[in-house]
């Protein structure tokens, strides 16, 4: 644990604790304890972590460990290192991506109309004034002139606005769970050190939880069903006033099932996903759904998606989910820095 928490490459650690004389004589210590549970108490249990609790990295609430903010940032920083060391191993990353991106924001200054500007752009407001100035309208119609037009300059932003909705359902324990808890943990991390994006997480089942991205590490076990238009409602109702480059990072391994808290099946509940996928397009947020299982149902819903180019599909698995997420985020802020130059 301490050369963990010292920031020490994790497989060194690993290496040496396997070969470690020490190492054997307390995992064979650890195995005794097992036939002996009422020989540990709360206060032993305390004592051993005293270091890390006066470090600030841990603290004991109720009887509960619980890793603090500092604790999570160490582990963070710890994860994410050791991700982007594997991430150039080539048979790390996604497979079947269908892509959307919004780069630009709209100002609200306009100038007059240069070769090459696009029409959607157009500000008709200041171009009918520029006709009406120029000339009074004869009658009911107002004549336009190549000078009269205005158009609206286009701001590209290099602040990301992410959001990690993470699937806390039954389905999700084990493996699953713990690579999205790293993820989320990695992701926040790379924003950490670039002061302009921002990221939220969120955990859903039958219901949706925002929390911040330390406490990820102090989650329950995952339980119950999968409502997952209202996880993308909350994300989009979250950040509706806020300015960036937003995308949305939905992992989940079952299909939806799931609305307001009730049961309804998946042709229900997949209709209400492709209607907010709708709306994400509306709002500029590109939607990511990382999938960790391929049944029929998950594939139908990311047919749907995709055939009406609304959101990108990865299917991975747990293994490699952090690095689909990292390597994905790394790229799209490589994207937005070249569109800004």
Same mark, same amino acid.
Request: aromatic share 8%.
């Given at each position: ?172 324990? #084990? @493996? *699953?769970?713990?690579?999205? %808890?790293?993820? !989320?943990?990695?992701?926040? $991390?790379?924003? =950490?050190?670039?002061?302009? /994006? ?45 300015? #960036? @480059? *937003?995308?949305?990072?939905? %992992?989940?391994? !079952?299909?939806?099932?799931? $609305?307001?808290? =009730?049961?309804?099946?998946? /042709? ?74």
């Amino acid at each position: 644990m301490d050369r963990f928490f010292q920031d020490k490459d994790a497989d060194d650690i690993i290496d040496n604790m396997v070969a470690d004389a020490l190492w054997k004589e307390l995992a064979q210590k650890v195995r005794q304890l097992e036939y002996q549970p009422s020989d540990l108490t709360p206060e032993d249990v305390e004592s051993s972590l005293q270091e890390y609790i006066e470090r600030g990295e841990l603290q004991i609430e109720d009887g509960k460990i619980k890793i603090t903010p500092k604790g999570a940032r160490k582990l963070a920083n710890q994860i994410l290192r050791r991700i982007l060391k594997n991430l150039g191993d080539p048979k790390l990353g996604p497979h079947g991506v269908e892509q959307t991106g919004y780069g630009a924001w709209i100002s609200l200054a306009s100038r007059k109309y240069e070769i090459g500007d696009e029409y959607a752009r157009i500000d008709f407001e200041k171009t009918l004034l520029n006709a009406l100035e120029r000339k009074p309208r004869a009658g009911n119609k107002i004549r336009l002139e190549l000078e009269d037009f205005q158009f609206c300059e286009e701001i590209h932003q290099t602040k990301m606005v992410a959001g990690i909705i993470i699937d806390k359902s039954g389905s999700m324990r #084990g @493996d *699953k769970f713990s690579a999205a %808890i790293d993820t !989320s943990l990695a992701l926040s $991390e790379l924003i =950490r050190r670039e002061p302009e /994006d921002l990221l939220k997480v969120y955990l859903f089942s039958h219901h949706v939880a925002e929390i911040p991205y330390y406490d990820i590490v102090n989650a329950s076990s995952p339980q119950g069903f999968t409502d997952i238009t209202a996880a993308l409602h909350a994300f989009r109702r979250g950040i509706s006033n806020v300015q #960036g @480059d *937003k995308q949305a990072y939905l %992992i989940t391994d !079952s299909e939806p099932n799931t $609305e307001n808290g =009730r049961f309804v099946g998946f /042709d229900k509940a997949a209709a209400s996903v492709v209607q907010e996928a709708l709306y994400y397009r509306k709002a500029g947020i590109t939607l990511n759904l990382i999938m960790l299982d391929e049944s029929a149902k998950l594939k139908q819903l990311a047919s749907l998606l995709v055939r009406q180019s609304i959101g990108r599909v990865f299917f991975t698995c747990p293994l490699k989910l952090e690095g689909v997420v990292i390597e994905d985020y790394l790229n799209y802020k490589k994207k937005m820095a070249r569109s800004v130059r």
